[in-house]
């Protein structure tokens, strides 16, 4: 009996570390992750545009969407005249000849 309660306080202990885990990589770090790539996406459009983003500016940017995106996002993809971003690593740049054949 006591062998038993042994591997199942083992294995519950171990189920819950794991969810604890999973909980912390869902809630904190991926939202940190998708941060860091709209803010690369910002950067990125900024610079095509000719502007040059200052250090201030891309940390503000940042902490505006880790914060946005903490404990979960309600959308799927950002859209507009600079740029299309659809997840980490799958956004792109609109060119200024592109937005000048949409006018």
Partial sequence: MSNYLYWSGLVANIALMLFVALCIW????????????????????????????????????????????????GW????????EWEGVGNWRIHSSKETQEVK
Avoid: H
């Fill in 26 to 73: 869902v809630w904190f770090i991926w939202p940190f992750v998708e941060a860091m790539s709209i803010t690369r996406c910002f950067i990125c459009a900024s610079k095509t545009s000719g502007c040059k983003p200052t250090v201030r500016a891309i940390i503000r940017t940042l902490k505006y969407w880790y914060l946005d995106l903490l404990f979960g996002r």
């Fill in 76 to 83: 799927t993809r950002i859209s507009n005249r600079q740029f």
